[in-house]
């Protein structure tokens, strides 16, 4: 079984500059999350999709994170313009929607530095 | 809003001891409760989970307990190895699959 895609693995960028990311999860997985790992913390979740829909964004910072998850597959979230504090890993992961307790499978992130 | 409290924050244990992480939730609607492991440079992946309907699951040398009435969880690692060093999410997951993970716990095992 294939597990979650991510890519790019690295990518440094300038402040103010836009980046994107790119996750394809596992097939038939129906719920789709973004979360945003700073080195030394436990993963911090930015969105929840169920399908093409959005479950959960409250805690994205909307003025300068975009996340859409077309045709509830794939997935792309965005960071426009990045600030200092953007540094961190991205993590992707999917996991089945119904039954709801079952796991969640990770990507192995993208690691973004702002300088 | 701190809905999950994961304790020790760093361990050192030696090899061939137990190690313990201890997980206290608020939130009683999570049905999910997993132990992540977490190597660097990778993706947190799942080690164990257990549901609510029983008290103790065990795999291997890696043993959840489960208190539902004092909302708390724990891994324990018995027989510690070199490898197990690594940080250790719980990651508890509701109905509206939504998963909240704690801190992190790094642990190092002295070899």
């Known amino acids: 079984e294939a597990g979650v895609a991510q890519s790019p693995r690295y990518k440094i960028i300038e402040k103010r500059q836009s980046v994107a990311f790119w996750c394809n999860p596992i097939?038939?997985?129906?719920?789709l999350y973004w979360y945003q790992q700073i080195l030394g913390q436990g993963p911090k979740l930015l969105i929840q999709?169920?399908?093409?829909?959005?479950?959960?964004d409250s805690q994205l910072p909307k003025d300068r994170f975009s996340a859409e998850r077309l045709k509830g597959v794939d997935s792309t979230l965005k960071i426009q313009p990045a600030k200092l504090e953007d540094s961190a890993v991205y993590l992707c992961?999917?996991?089945?929607?119904?039954?709801?307790?079952?796991?969640?499978?990770f990507g192995q992130g993208t690691r973004l530095t702002v300088v | 809003q701190q809905q999950v409290k994961q304790s020790p924050q760093s361990l050192i244990v030696q090899k061939g001891g137990i190690s313990i992480i201890n997980c206290a939730y608020e939130?009683?609607?999570?049905?999910?409760f997993p132990w992540y492991q977490q190597f660097p440079g990778k993706g947190p992946a799942l080690l164990i989970a257990?549901?609510?309907?029983?008290s103790e699951k065990k795999e291997g040398r890696f043993t959840i307990s489960f208190n539902k009435s004092a909302k708390q969880f724990s891994l324990h690692i018995m027989d510690s190895q070199p490898g197990d060093s690594a940080t250790y999410f719980c990651?508890?997951?509701?109905?509206?699959?939504?998963?909240?993970f704690g801190k992190g716990t790094r642990l190092h095992i002295l070899p």
């Open positions: 992961a999917s996991s089945l929607s119904r039954p709801s307790n079952t796991e969640a499978f």
């Open positions: 097939s038939g997985h129906a719920t």
């Open positions: 999709f169920q399908n093409n829909g959005v479950v959960d």
């Open positions: 939130n009683t609607a999570f049905d999910y």
């Open positions: 257990i549901r609510p309907d029983v």
């Open positions: 990651a508890p997951k509701g109905r509206d699959d939504k998963i909240i």
